[in-house]
Structures are given as C-alpha cells and as structure tokens.
C-alpha cells in the first residue's frame, strides 16, 4: 500500500453548526440504516471500484461519530503546519472509540 505524500482538504464543517439541518438529521439515521446502505453502496459503481471498504461498517461508524454535537473551531483557529489534519484525525478516531 502507498502511503499519500500530501492530502488537501478541499472542504470540511468544523462545527456541526456548519451544516444544514436536515443534512444533520440525515447522518443521524445513517447508523440505524448502515445495513441497508452498506450493500446498496457495494453493489454500485463506487462499490465496484472500491470493493474492499466495508460500507456498512464505515456507514455505522460515521453515523455514531455524527450523533455527537462537536466544534472544532479553537483548534482550527490556530492551525500549525502538518497537524490539523493528525488533530482532526485523532479526534475523529477517540470520538468513535
């Protein structure tokens, strides 16, 4: 596996705040439904391309993390090079457990 040199971060919501409510709304129901989206995803063209992603994992995970108010916008305040991104990350993960 090639490990990316750099990664660009074209758009992201630092608060959840950022984002429409019924897109809010929306990924609270993702977890509930990750086992009907997860094969629906994998049997699409994204699906085939990536075959190897377990969606239905990754919908539940995402679903859960989203269920959680978060705002991270003291840390993006005050970026330092190379680790908003690991800052991000990090939290992400704990949040997730």
Known sequence: MTTPRRLVLVS???????????GVEAFK?????????????KASPLGQ?????DRTNL???VGDLTKR???WSADVAR??????????????????G
Do not use: C, H, I, W
């Open 29 to 41: 129901q993702l977890e509930g439904n990750a086992a009907t989206f997860g094969p629906g995803v």
């Open 12 to 22: 992201a919501a630092m608060a959840q705040d950022g984002f429409y409510p019924e």
């Open 59 to 61: 919908f539940s995970k």
């Open 69 to 71: 108010p978060f705002d």
């Open 79 to 96: 970026p330092q090079p190379r680790t908003l991104v690991e800052r991000f990350l990090v939290s992400a993960l704990k949040a997730v």
């Open 49 to 53: 391309a990536y075959p190897d992603v």
